[in-house]
Each structure stands twice: as structure tokens, then as C-alpha cells.
């Protein structure tokens, strides 16, 4: 299918984004700035670049110690709610001066998920840290915060939570598209044969492999970077059987997991039970684990093509390793291929989620979530002038274009 660039459209109809994303690698916020367009029943997205900033060390190990298993009190989560929210505050600022020369017009932040409560299948409840009101007072700018406890309340998983966003990307591929996001949690979403849409948590993307590059070098490294231990190691039989006898593979979609489960204490026990291994033999096995668990998920869905991003497509031997469980009658690319950038990918994903919360529009899909219907997300703080917002739109957009800048084009003024 054929996309042409959007037609010129009234300053009205423009939108300058800026998406907030720190994923469940808990290690960086990133941060995307987008021209979000709407011509009629489509959407198109101009990337207008990304930042990205590291936690500092204090607040990284303050975060490290207060996630699953680690014992955490109200004085810690008041804490790092404050630390993450100035953090993406800075953020949000420095993204505003240097994407969108202070034209941005609008922050949706994801925040930083600390614990997704499910149980049996079903989500009761989900707590993202970032308090919302630090960003709007640095930047002057209304914030889309919250996004995944309403569809929670609705009945739904709240994650994966970039369904809709996937399924407009994905719509006019040929076969059977999906879109995979391999964080520290691997995500994807199918657009399936007779056009219905799927989305699920597929398991473990790189927590365990941070979790076990972090044990084994008694935290001197927290990431496996490139690979490199994994390719020198040799994928351990029993180990992988192990990890593969986890139950939650079984369930059946729509379904969400995090570190809740897959954590430094899960790893630590399947290592117990096989006694003392070489740290590059884990490395090469917990890799095999998330490409096998990818593939194994996207195989009944007959998928012909996958779309990856997130910081696993960084990872020479974890792609190499999807490749091979994927086959090769799967088609494997970034979603550079789109013209959207595979690090950013989930940032510029809420920054859409955040345009629909402000046009009054839904940002789910029951069928991706299990939620009652589709929702509005999210919860609006407003910014430095009393906020006025736009009239709703009638109509959903369908499909979501990526588009390049213009030479020289600059940013929508601010809205207000």
C-alpha cells in the first residue's frame, strides 16, 4: 500500500508532541518530539527527533532496590515519584529547546512503571511513578499522564498498551504484519489474517539478561551490551527447559507480565536448581529463552512479517537469535523501515496515545487489552495557561503514517 505525504492542512489540524518513556528496564527516560497531522480519516507523524537522559546513579539504585522483591515503604515510593518526575521534567525541557525550538504544545508521559498487580490472568491494578505536576511546571506545557489505569479499570490488562498505535502502523502491510517492541519486557502486536488485532506481553525481553549480566559481575555491569557475553557462551539444555516450564507462556492472550515475575530472585532460583554455570552459558541461554518465547507466541498467528524495536534490536546476537526461531519465511526489520526510529519507537507511540487523550478520542482496543471497550486514557494536568481543549473529533483515525520533515520546516506554535 501506497502512503503519500499528508495534504496542507490548517495550523489547527497540527499538533507538537512531546512522548515521555522510561520502560521496564528502569535505567533512562527518553524523549520524542513529533508533528502529529490529521488529513480526514489518517494520522501522520513527523519525528522531529529524540533525547534521552540516564537516571543518575542514586536514583537508579534507589529505583533498583524498591522494584520486586526488594522491600519498599510509602516514604520511598513519595521519593522516587518526586526524583522520576523532576527527571523527566529536565527532560521534557531540554526536548522542548533542542526538537522543537519551544514550539511543543503538548507532553504525554508514560512514567516509570514500578509494579503491575496481576493475578490469575487479570490485572487489578498498575502504579506509574512521575508525578506529572513537576513536568508542567518546568515546561509550562499540559501533561497526558495515567494512561494505563483506565483501561485497568475497565477490565482490560493495561499492557500492551501501544495496540492501537501498532494496528494504525500496521494497517495495508501485506500477509500477516506484527509489530514487536523487545524492552525489558518483549511486547507484540498482530494485525491477523482476517484483520482482527492481538496484543500481548510475550514474556522476558532483556530483564533477565540485565538481571543476570548485573549478577554475575556483582553489578558492574547492568546490560549485556552488543551481546557480547551471550555470543561467547553456548545455550545450557536444562536451564533453558527450565525457564521454559514458566506458566505464563501458556496463558492465552491478551496477557501482561513484568518484572513482578521476571526478576533477579526468578533468575537466582533456576540457577540454584542447576547447579554453577559460566556467566557467558546463561547469557547465550537467557537469550535463546526471549527469542524462543517470541517466536513460540507469534507462531499460531501465522505471522509473515515482524516490525522490532525497542533497545533489543540493539543486541547483534538476540536479533540474530529471533531470526533463527522466527524462520525464514518470517520477514524480520526495525521500524526504521517506517521512518520511525526502533529506539524511540514506544516514546512517539504515546506521544500518539496522548494526541487521541487531547481530541478527545480512545487509545485501546478491547481486543489488544481485554478491556470492557475501548477508553479515553489518561489524566490531564494543565499547564502555566488555563487549558482550553479542542473540540473532539467524530472520527478515529485508522491509519498512522510516518512522515519526514520538511527542510526547514519549523515548529507549530504553542496551543493552548
Not at 514550539?103 to 503491575?116: C, D, E, N, R
Not at 506545557?141 to 483506565?150: H, N
Not at 507462556?249 to 507480565?257: E, F, I, S
Request: with cysteine; net charge neutral; aromatic share 4%.
Amino acid at each position: 500500500m501506497t502512503r503519500h505525504a499528508p495534504p496542507p492542512v490548517p495550523e489547527s489540524a497540527q499538533t507538537t508532541v512531546i512522548g515521555l518513556m522510561s520502560g521496564t528496564s528502569c535505567d533512562a527516560v527518553d524523549a520524542a518530539a513529533a508533528r502529529i497531522t490529521r488529513s480526514g480519516p489518517d494520522l501522520y507523524l513527523t519525528p522531529l527527533g529524540m533525547v534521552s537522559e540516564p537516571y543518575d546513579d542514586q536514583l537508579r539504585h534507589a529505583l533498583a532496590a524498591a522494584l520486586p522483591p526488594g522491600p519498599t515503604d510509602l516514604a520511598d515510593v513519595c521519593r522516587l515519584d518526586t526524583r522520576i518526575g523532576q527527571s523527566f521534567a529536565r527532560l521534557a525541557v531540554r526536548a522542548d529547546r533542542e526538537l522543537c525550538a519551544g514550539g511543543a504544545q503538548l507532553i504525554a508521559s508514560h512514567g516509570q512503571t514500578v509494579f503491575h498487580w496481576s493475578d490469575g490472568g487479570r490485572v487489578h491494578g498498575t502504579l506509574q511513578l512521575g508525578e506529572p505536576a513537576w513536568i508542567a511546571e518546568a515546561t509550562g506545557l499540559p501533561v497526558v499522564s495515567g494512561f494505563r489505569t483506565r483501561d485497568v479499570a475497565a477490565g482490560g490488562q493495561g499492557a500492551p498498551l501501544v495496540g492501537l498505535v501498532d494496528l494504525m502502523l500496521l494497517r495495508g502491510h501485506p500477509g500477516v504484519p506484527a509489530a514487536l517492541n523487545v524492552g525489558g519486557i518483549a511486547n507484540a502486536t498482530v494485525l491477523t489474517a482476517d484483520g482482527t488485532p492481538a496484543a500481548f506481553d510475550s514474556g522476558p525481553g532483556n530483564a533477565l539478561l540485565d538481571a543476570a549480566a548485573r549478577h554475575f559481575t556483582a553489578g558492574r555491569l547492568d546490560r549485556d551490551t552488543d551481546g557480547l557475553l551471550a555470543a561467547r557462551g553456548t545455550v545450557h539444555g536444562p536451564l533453558l527447559d527450565r525457564l521454559l516450564a514458566e506458566p505464563y507462556y501458556a496463558l492465552p492472550a491478551p496477557k501482561t507480565t513484568g518484572r513482578e515475575l521476571f526478576h533477579s530472585g526468578y533468575l537466582r532460583t533456576a540457577l540454584d536448581a542447576v547447579g554453577p554455570l559460566r556467566a557467558p552459558d546463561v547469557l547465550a541461554t537467557l537469550t535463546r529463552l526471549t527469542a524462543r518465547t517470541v517466536a513460540d507466541a507469534l507462531r499460531p498467528f501465522g505471522v509473515t512479517e515482524v516490525l522490532a524495536s525497542g533497545g533489543g534490536t540493539r543486541n547483534p546476537v538476540l536479533m540474530a537469535e529471533l531470526r533463527r526461531e522466527l524462520g525464514a519465511a518470517v520477514r524480520l526489520r526495525t521500524s526504521d523501515a517506517l521512518g520511525l526510529p526502533s529506539a524511540a519507537k514506544e516514546a512517539y507511540a504515546f506521544a500518539v496515545l496522548g494526541y487521541l487523550t487531547l481530541h478527545g478520542l480512545p487509545g485501546t482496543l478491547p481486543q489488544c487489552t481485554g478491556a470492557a471497550g475501548p477508553r479515553v486514557l489518561g489524566s490531564l494536568t494543565p499547564g502555566r495557561v488555563p487549558l482550553r481543549l479542542p473540540t473532539p473529533l467524530a472520527q478515529a483515525p485508522r491509519i498512522l503514517t510516518v512522515t519526514p520533515p520538511p527542510a526547514g520546516s519549523p515548529p507549530a506554535g504553542p496551543w493552548t
